[in-house]
């Protein structure tokens, strides 16, 4: 990377922290003037010591009882973290490993489209929060009920994205391929499922970030730990320092995973790019 590309990042990176700086600077202020309490809305020192607290490990390191690695991330907020973020992979990998096989044959066959569009379309409108009584009644509690509305939270966005990359592959490649005799499954897996991989990847970053919404929702009734309960449970005792602690770490985690699979879509598709450019 050259060093003019660099210093531009780091401007571009500069200025987007200016609005934030100033948002933090007149929270503090106010809560520091007494314009609000401390109750309602700590001031954003109060959060990030509350926030720092609770990644720390919680007790003494013994080595005679626990690993090193098991005690370092033994805090509050590391563990509910993780939590988090198990169901979430869990739950996404269900909804997108059902999704993906049905969203290719909806959108290469005109057939199994008409056979499952119709009960798709009157499901496809439910809200996943929409299912959680039948999912406590089905599964209980735990993580069955909170992995199996993450799964129908990601699997619409990477269904109706997969069948729509289908569907909307340019017709030249699909005319060319026939006058070159290619047959049927070799026309879908080297022409019609890269041309439709732009939008299967805009699916999956859709879908994880419809799981991590989704899964907050079910750890605040379902389950008792990761970021959701924790943060209801800081609102029956009005910890707000602890509630807005458990939102900003719900915001770093979904930027690592939004950044993350960014990351991942830009490495993909470096030829589709190519194509564009």
């Known amino acids: 990377m050259s060093v003019s590309a660099t210093g531009g990042r780091l401007k571009a990176l500069l200025r987007g922290l200016i609005v934030p700086a100033i948002v933090l600077a007149l929270w503090e202020a106010a809560a520091r003037g007494g314009l609000v309490s401390a109750i309602v809305l700590p001031a954003p020192t109060a959060v990030a010591a509350k926030w720092w607290a609770s990644l720390l490990p919680n007790q003494p390191y013994d080595a005679a009882t626990q690993g090193y690695l098991a005690w370092l991330v033994s805090g509050e907020m590391v563990q509910d973290a993780v939590s988090t973020l198990y169901r979430v992979v869990v739950g996404f990998l269900v909804g997108a490993g ?16 008409d056979l499952f569009n119709p009960l798709l379309q009157v499901l496809r409108p439910i809200p996943p929060i929409a299912y959680i009584p039948l999912a406590i009644l089905w599964f209980g509690l735990g993580n069955p009920p909170a992995v199996f509305l993450i799964a129908i939270g990601a699997f619409f966005p990477v269904l109706v994205n997969t069948i729509a990359g289908v569907r909307n592959v340019d017709g030249i490649y699909l005319r060319a391929a026939k006058n070159l005799g ?10 019609m499922l890269p041309a439709a991989t732009p939008y299967i990847l805009t699916g999956v970053r859709i879908g994880i970030g419809t799981a991590f919404i989704v899964v907050i929702v079910s750890e605040m009734i379902a389950v008792n730990d990761g970021l959701g309960f924790r943060i209801l449970e800081a609102r029956e005792f009005m910890w707000s320092d602890k509630i ?9 985690i979904g ?23």
């Not at 290619?182 to 022409?191: P, Q």
């Open 98 to 113: 059902l999704a993906l096989p049905l969203g290719l044959a909806m959108g290469a066959t005109p057939r199994v489209h």
């Open 182 to 191: 290619v047959g049927r499954m070799t026309m879908f897996t080297r022409i």
């Open 244 to 252: 807005i602690a458990g939102m900003f770490m719900i915001g770093l």
């Open 255 to 277: 930027l690592a995973i939004d950044s993350g699979v960014s990351r991942l879509n830009s490495h993909l598709l470096r030829w589709h790019r190519g194509l564009e450019h």
